[in-house]
C-alpha cells in the first residue's frame, strides 16, 4: 500500500515562530489532506489538499503532486497550535477513498 | 464542529463484553468510514460504506463488523474485546468531493 511519512516528529517553538512540516508519500494520490489533532484528541480539518497551495489565515499548505510531496506553514505560532499534525491520503480505487495517515508531527509551542 | 456526531464520547468495559459505536454522518453525504487510532498502530482505517453498501475494508478485526442503515447512520459493533482494542474509533463522512470529515471519535477502554 501507499506509504506516508512526515517530518519531523517532533518540534518544540516559542510563541510567535514559523515552521514547516513535511509529508511524502510514495504514490500518485487524488486526496491530500491535513489535519490537527488537538489535545482533547478531535481531529480538525485544516487543509484539502491533492495539488497546488491554499492559505487560511496563519496557515498555508502546498503540494506538489509530481513530486510526491505536501508541505504545511504555520506562521507566528501560538500555544493553541500545540498538538499532534497528520497528513492522510487516499488513491482512487473502485472501493471508495480511505485515508492512509502519516504517523503525524507532534507540536509543541511554548510562551 | 464538523457537522459529523459520534456517541458515546467514552465507553469502559471489561474483556470478552460487545459494544455498539454510533455515527451520524453530514447531512448529504453517503460515504461513512471508520477510524481506529491506537498507541502503537497509529491511526488505521477500518471500513468504508456508501449509501449502505460496504465498500472497502482495511485492518478490521473479525470481532468487528459494521453497518449502515437507510437513514445513512452507521454502526460500529466491536465483540469479544481485548484489552489491545482500546483505542480512540473515529467515524468520518464525505460526499463526492473526496474530503473527509471527523467526527469527535468514541474513546473504548476496555479493563
Known amino acids: 500500500g501507499i506509504q506516508v511519512e512526515q517530518s519531523p516528529p517532533d518540534l518544540i517553538l516559542q510563541e510567535g515562530a514559523n515552521s514547516t512540516l513535511r509529508c511524502n508519500f510514495s504514490d500518485s494520490v487524488n486526496n491530500l489532506q491535513w489535519f490537527h489533532q488537538n489535545p482533547w484528541g478531535q481531529l480538525i480539518n485544516l487543509f484539502y489538499?491533492?495539488?497546488g497551495t491554499k492559505q487560511n489565515g496563519r496557515l498555508s499548505a502546498t503540494t506538489v503532486a509530481t513530486e510526491r510531496y505536501s508541505l504545511l506553514y504555520i506562521s507566528s505560532s501560538q500555544t493553541t497550535d500545540s498538538g499532534v499534525y497528520f497528513c492522510a491520503v487516499s488513491i482512487l480505487t473502485g472501493g471508495g477513498n480511505k485515508l492512509t495517515f502519516g504517523t503525524g508531527t507532534q507540536l509543541k509551542v511554548e510562551l | 464542529d464538523s457537522g459529523v456526531t459520534q456517541t458515546p464520547k467514552h465507553l469502559i468495559t471489561a474483556t470478552g463484553q460487545r459494544v455498539t459505536l454510533r455515527c451520524s454522518p453530514r447531512s448529504g453525504d453517503l460515504s461513512v468510514y471508520w477510524y481506529q487510532q491506537s498507541l502503537d498502530q497509529g491511526l488505521q482505517f477500518l471500513i468504508h460504506y456508501y449509501n449502505g453498501e460496504e465498500r472497502a475494508k482495511g485492518n478490521i478485526l473479525e470481532r468487528f463488523s459494521a453497518q449502515q442503515f437507510p437513514d445513512l447512520h452507521s454502526e460500529l459493533n466491536l465483540s469479544s474485546l481485548e484489552l489491545g482494542d482500546s483505542a480512540l474509533y473515529f467515524c468520518?463522512?464525505?460526499?463526492?468531493?473526496?474530503?473527509?470529515?471527523f467526527g469527535p471519535g468514541t474513546r473504548l477502554t476496555v479493563t
Open positions: 468520518a463522512s464525505s460526499s463526492r468531493g473526496n474530503e473527509q470529515y
Open positions: 489538499i491533492p495539488s
